[in-house]
């Protein structure tokens, strides 16, 4: 039996799916914005209740490496790699904007129709960025990077697609990764799979204070 638990906290949202190796058979979102340490345990554990099952039942665990906020990613990875240590099973992670454009392709909104790009708020006035071919593999990035510095006529998918629309003027798709295409992608063998460590692509707010 195949039974894949997976979660995404690179975004104000925590979102947790399992897949039992055919299908997604349980999906849930937070529904508070950026409570990831206080959702993502009882997001799991509500999961496991609507699949009927246990944690002792998983195969492998599926987590989004971000890009995206240092605490976020934090304890999304935290969570995966412990679960995954104490259950003795793999943990696969994923660039979560890779989640996003597999989603594009291969979900039943709108598809791109050639290469697109995927845009997400990386707050402070920039966006998470990185483009994609018309199957959905990466070509660039991701990067942060200021709107302005990225404006393109492709179609962007994404929520930063919709926060600048003078830089992203044909939004289209997902705006934020859902877990449960996390779970088909890494199922299905859709997209890169990466080390279980945060892409912050940024230095975090918080650090030690310099010896004086």
Do not use: H, M, N, W
């Given at each position: 039996m195949t039974l894949l638990l997976a979660f995404d906290t690179a975004t104000p949202q925590v979102g947790v799916a399992l897949h039992d190796g055919e299908e997604v058979i349980a999906e849930l979102v937070s529904d508070r914005a950026m409570k990831h340490g206080e959702q993502l345990a009882p997001l799991i554990a509500?999961?496991?209740?609507?699949?009927?099952?246990?944690?002792?039942?998983?195969?492998?665990?599926?987590?989004?490496?971000?890009?995206?906020?240092?605490?976020?990613?934090?304890?999304?990875?935290?969570?995966?790699?412990?679960?995954?240590?104490?259950?003795?099973?793999?943990?696969?992670?994923?660039?979560?904007?890779?989640?996003?454009?597999?989603?594009?392709?291969?979900?039943?909104?709108?598809?791109?129709?050639?290469?697109?790009?995927?845009?997400?708020?990386?707050?402070?006035?920039?966006?998470?960025?990185?483009?994609?071919?018309?199957?959905?593999?990466?070509?660039?990035g991701p990067q942060v990077i200021r709107p302005a510095d990225a404006a393109t006529d492709r179609p962007t998918a994404g929520e930063g697609a919709l926060l600048y629309p003078e830089a992203f003027p044909n939004p289209f798709g997902p705006t934020r990764p859902s877990a449960g295409w996390l779970a088909r992608a890494v199922t299905e063998e859709l997209v890169e799979l990466i080390d279980p460590e945060p892409l912050y692509l940024r230095r975090p707010d918080a650090v030690a204070a310099a010896d004086r």
């Open positions: 509500a999961a496991l209740a609507e699949a009927g099952t246990v944690r002792q039942d998983l195969t492998a665990i599926a987590v989004g490496a971000g890009p995206g906020p240092f605490t976020g990613l934090r304890v999304g990875l935290v969570t995966a790699r412990t679960l995954a240590f104490a259950l003795d099973i793999p943990v696969y992670a994923v660039c979560s904007l890779d989640v996003i454009a597999a989603e594009c392709v291969g979900g039943d909104g709108a598809r791109p129709g050639g290469p697109f790009a995927v845009a997400t708020d990386a707050r402070r006035k920039e966006v998470y960025l990185a483009s994609y071919d018309e199957l959905g593999r990466r070509l660039d």
